[in-house]
């Protein structure tokens, strides 16, 4: 599975972007999806999740109420809407498939930069 983000960029505080990440093969659908971010000098961490089928949805306890995960199998892309920006959500955002519900992410793409301004 190769992953491909996009939708990274600069924006105000209170603002919102959209990040996209598109992944090639045909069994995209049968794998459980998350996004991830590190910003400048500290770990990379955990953002959200969703399962396979896109029934199930998990968030980082600072980004709930703001972040959205959605998938689109059909498309073979998995969503991060963002809304209501702040500047420590200022990082590259990867996003990364693993191959079953809650399991170990094997397939990473190369990450976006997300900057929000204050």
């Known amino acids: 599975v190769q992953l491909v983000e996009s939708g990274g960029g600069l924006v105000q505080a209170g603002g919102s972007l959209r990040l996209s990440c598109a992944a090639s093969?045909?069994?995209?659908?049968?794998?459980?999806m998350g996004w991830f971010r590190q910003a400048p000098g500290k770990a990379r961490e955990f953002v959200a999740r969703i399962t396979w089928g896109g029934r199930n949805t998990y968030y980082a306890d600072s980004v709930k109420g703001r972040l959205t995960i959605s998938r689109d199998n059909a498309k073979n892309t998995v969503y991060l809407q963002m809304n209501s920006l702040k500047p420590e959500d200022t990082a590259v955002y990867y996003c990364?498939?693993?191959?079953?519900?809650?399991?170990?992410?094997?397939?990473w793409g190369q990450g976006t930069q997300v900057t929000v301004s204050s």
């Open positions: 990364a498939a693993a191959g079953t519900d809650g399991g170990t992410y094997s397939y």
């Open positions: 093969g045909r069994t995209f659908s049968t794998y459980a």
